[in-house]
């Protein structure tokens, strides 16, 4: 009697579904003769990302792991970018809004340059922890440091923000800006405060990149910086998840 129950109660949940379907008409169709193109598309792209991923694990000799996580880690094309600049700039100082599997790859580029320190502003103390326990087991302490930085509020244009506290951050002319953090979801405009709080702090001829450039919040902040510092130069590239590169040239204020 139950396994009846259960068929029937199958069946109109089936019979419901397929109604919901048929009301959906057209759009419906669509939607089913798009899902192998979609699904093939779908492939494509992970795939990519996969083999990305895997080549700069060999690229930068990490065989011991990576510490991936698909819902906090940057994605490889986003990550091929900023490994490719570090290792042919070869900047001397690098700071990271938020930590992670950026850390430990700046870091190990820094390990091959011969030179240079990434200093990573983190406010999660569990996320802090985690990458200062990658660092370790790669040896790499001496070129990463991961620094706890809780968001305070701050009032930049006449708006609220809560972005990283800097007390701890070293006073030095920083090279290279990797913009992967506060999360979107904190306040709107989430990483707009990074360029104001550490523009003088930026090197002429620094490079900025920050990621998750395709959202809406970050294009709308992206015209804000640019609009508050013209002496900045814009780059967009096409990533899974976007990614603007800022270059600063502060000859171009002087000029114009």
Known sequence: MLFQAAVIVLLLLIAALLLVQLRRGRQHDQAIADLPGNI?????????QIEAYLSLRDRLGLRQGLPYS????????FLKLIVEHALVAKPATIVECSSGLTTL??????????????????NGAEYAAGTRAEIARYGLEDRATVIDAPLTSRTLAGQEYRWYALDDLPDRSIDMLVIDGP??????????????????RL??????????????????????????????????????????????????????
């Open 105 to 122: 790859m700046l870091a190990r580029c820094c390990e091959m340059n011969g030179r240079g320190e990434v200093f990573s502003l983190e």
């Open 183 to 200: 999360p979107g979801f904190i306040q709107r405009h989430s990483r707009y405060p990074a360029l104001p709080l550490l523009f003088d």
């Open 70 to 77: 698909h819902n906090w880690s940057a994605a490889a094309d």
């Open 203 to 256: 090197a002429d001829g620094g490079v900025v990149y920050l990621d998750d450039a395709a959202r809406p919040d970050e294009r709308e902040l992206v015209a804000m910086w640019l609009a508050q510092f013209p002496a900045f130069e814009h780059e967009y590239v096409g990533t899974e998840r976007g990614c603007s590169i800022l270059r600063l040239r502060r000859n171009r204020t002087r000029a114009a």
């Open 40 to 48: 093939e598309a779908g492939t494509r792209r992970l795939f990519a």
